[in-house]
């Protein structure tokens, strides 16, 4: 099923291995899913389940990311579920949309950063401006309840190969928690969204996701946005403006704001397969 989601697959050959996955996870509960009125599914999943998107399982009408808001847990009992405070909502992103380091330009990361900042109050560290210790100084000096990193990166189960990419230094998964926590002694609130814009999984790696989980766990966020793998830089764009215009809005979760995003892509001819929505995974607190 994994392979099938890359794009060079027809519906008609990916379908029939979505379906079935989702007749062993999910068919066997559908009735009492219904009786309760359930809105939101959170998985635990384990071995190579990790890297596969649930919100493209298939039920041989729709995808499942149709029914219902599809979160992500490392475990039940890791982190405590808490509502997103919208009254002080506000965004720092760091940003690299030039080539660097051996890694290729994300052209589509500027329109990223310009339609976020028309959507929520942000501060924004773009290409010369995007160095580890900036990053650090930004979040010393202001407490944002979600940074957003639009940059390339990677999730590996070996924590020296999970990674993101600013313009002087990888920093890696060690150094990004310190740096995430590096606040005042007396500041006692966490960071609430982590977002991982154009970071993927390691290719053949079964607990790659134990990376983006440990990426959450290490620098305190409640909470992480990621992708399964490297995705086409327009339609995360596209998804990004979908996605924060929901947060922005009242009584709407994140795993709401997540899910909006995702169908506006499904709804888009070019962005209809599953390919270019359904690799956006949020882990952690869906609230």
Same mark, same amino acid.
Request: with cysteine; hydrophobic share 45%; proline share 4%.
């Given at each position: ?19 079935? #996955? ?19 599914? #959170?998985? !635990? ?39 997103? !405070? ?26 990223? @950063?310009? /339609? ?30 979600? @940074? ?12 020296e190969n999970t990674f993101i990419l600013a313009w002087d230094e990888r920093i890696n998964v060690k150094e990004l928690g310190?740096?995430?926590? !590096? ?14 814009? !154009?970071?993927?999984?390691? #290719? ?50 994140? @795993? ?5 995003? /995702?169908?506006?892509?499904?709804? /888009? ?19």
């Amino acid at each position: 099923m994994r392979r099938s989601l890359r794009r060079i697959f027809l519906d008609q050959e990916r379908l029939p291995l979505s379906q079935k #996955v989702y007749d062993w996870l999910v068919r066997p509960a559908e009735s009492e899913l219904a009786a309760s009125g359930i809105k939101t599914l #959170v998985f !635990a999943l384990d071995g190579s389940l990790k890297n596969i998107p649930m919100a493209a399982l298939h039920d041989g009408q729709q995808y499942l990311i149709e029914k219902y808001s599809v979160a992500l847990t490392p475990s039940l009992q890791l982190l405590e579920s808490r509502p997103l !405070a919208r009254e002080q909502i506000n965004v720092l992103v760091g940003g690299l949309s030039e080539a660097r380091q051996g890694f290729s330009g994300l052209p589509g990361v500027e329109f990223e @950063v310009k /339609q976020i900042k028309s959507k929520i109050p942000t501060q924004v560290l773009l290409n010369q401006q995007f160095t580890s210790k900036a990053l650090q100084d930004q979040i010393k000096a202001v407490r944002f309840p979600v @940074v957003h990193l639009a940059t390339h990166g990677q999730f590996s189960s070996n924590a020296e190969n999970t990674f993101i990419l600013a313009w002087d230094e990888r920093i890696n998964v060690k150094e990004l928690g310190g740096l995430l926590q !590096a606040r005042a002694q007396n500041e006692r609130k966490p960071i609430e969204l982590l977002v991982l814009s !154009a970071c993927q999984t390691a #290719v053949g790696d079964n607990r790659a996701a134990l990376g983006m989980a440990g990426v959450a766990v290490r620098s305190g966020a409640r909470s992480t946005l990621a992708t399964l793998w490297s995705v086409d830089d327009r339609s995360t764009s596209s998804f990004m403006v979908e996605f924060y215009q929901g947060l922005a809005q009242s009584q709407v979760t994140k @795993v709401q704001a997540l899910r909006d995003a /995702q169908l506006a892509l499904l709804k /888009q001819p070019e962005f209809r397969h599953p390919y270019f929505w359904a690799p956006f995974v949020l882990v952690g607190n869906w609230l």
